[in-house]
């Protein structure tokens, strides 16, 4: 390995005192590969080895919590007991080579799609239509009932149960990318005048208490919880840098082991407000204060860009998305001294496919999202 890339394989502690044997890791990315019914498919656990392989921490796809919170064709499920058994399949590949499994637990609110859900029911903080995975046209959620809250408090902790049974080492509480936690947090979804819409927190923080305490019932000190966010939303009013810092000074005070960023670019900046034109992980690391580890991550494609991201010291860990889908080597290229090798375009015509799940490889070949191509398309 070439020393300067050292840094990246430098091992990293939790606040719970497990250790990652380095910086990397696996984001949680869509793969639209489960069968119909979120049960683990052998094209799923086949991708979810290869990539888990060489990374310090590996995250699942995002998997609903109950039916009703289906976003993607194919997704994974925790919703029920039933999914177990496959779970376990799917923790021992993600294991096998010494990564730390993580599933990314989630409820898709008014993202949920009709299509896949029980009676095309779709409920999220306040009625809304919009369009959302793949939809050509918008659908309608209707707002969610103070019951179905406390249920969908309850099935977040019943997922992390299940997790837990399957044998995985923590969770990851999916409270980004518009989806049900990031909406009630978010005044552009959540237009609520009950407990739920004037503090507007309080549902995430009743999300991560229950999965604390479900910890407590069935796991020891070593599961690992996390909590991913987006830091602004283009809406408007929706969430801003202001909202934000509130929302991370909340989380530094729970049990989290990780606070992860969703961002398409890890050194983008802040679009407007007090903090407009700042660079949004500086503002975060500085707002976490040292309290647990922040995962960056956001178009990191070649070695360099990994280490720049790294060397800005406002992140400990970086996920890879895109560049590992492109490469699964990704990681080992540069632990060989191979990093010139890595892949770092998409190749329509590469006879491996990239090594992608069929489904996966076709939504990269329709340009479903956005990658430097070989083609130029």
Do not use: C
Not at 112 to 129: C, E, F, K, M, R
């Amino acid at each position: 390995m070439n020393e300067k890339f050292a840094t990246l394989f430098e091992t990293v502690e939790l606040p719970n005192k497990v250790q990652l044997k380095n910086k990397f890791v696996l984001a949680p990315l869509t793969h639209v590969t489960s069968h119909d019914d979120g049960t683990v498919s052998e094209d799923e656990i086949n991708y979810m080895e290869q990539r888990s392989q060489d990374v310090g921490l590996s995250i699942s796809a995002a998997s609903n919590v109950t039916d009703l919170g289906k976003a993607f064709p194919g997704q994974p499920s925790v919703a029920h007991d039933t999914d177990i058994e496959g779970l376990k399949k799917l923790a021992n590949v993600m294991k096998k080579n010494g990564a730390k499994a993580v599933v990314q637990i989630h409820h898709g609110g008014a993202q949920s799609l009709p299509n896949w859900t029980p009676n095309g029911d779709v409920a999220a903080p306040s009625p809304i239509s919009m369009k959302s995975f793949g939809e050509t046209e918008e659908h309608h959620a209707r707002e969610i009932t103070h019951d179905e809250i406390l249920e969908t408090i309850k099935a977040f902790g019943e997922a992390t149960r299940r997790v837990i049974e399957a044998g995985f080492d923590g969770v990851e509480i999916h409270g980004a990318n518009h989806y049900l936690i990031h909406q009630f947090v978010s005044p552009y979804y959540n237009r609520r005048t009950d407990e739920w819409g004037t503090d507007k927190f309080k549902f995430a923080r009743e999300v991560v208490d229950e999965v604390v305490n479900v910890k407590k019932q069935y796991a020891d000190d070593s599961f690992i919880i996390g909590y991913r966010f987006s830091p602004e939303e283009a809406e408007s009013p929706g969430i801003s840098m202001e909202i934000t810092e509130s929302l991370v000074k909340t989380l530094v005070e729970k049990p989290l082991d990780y606070l992860h960023v969703s961002l398409m670019d890890v050194h983008s900046k802040t679009r407007e407000g007090k903090y407009a034109e700042e660079t949004r992980i500086e503002l975060l690391h500085r707002w976490i204060d040292g309290r647990m580890p922040l995962i960056g991550i956001g178009s990191i494609f070649t070695a360099e860009q990994a280490l720049e991201a790294i060397n800005t010291k406002q992140i400990e860990l970086l996920a890879l998305g895109r560049g590992i889908l492109l490469d699964y080597q990704f990681v080992s290229k540069i632990e060989e001294g191979k990093e010139d090798e890595i892949i770092s375009y998409f190749d329509p015509n590469r006879e491996d496919k990239h090594h992608l799940p069929p489904k996966l490889w076709e939504q990269f070949n329709q340009g479903f999202y956005p990658l430097p191509r070989k083609d130029g398309k």
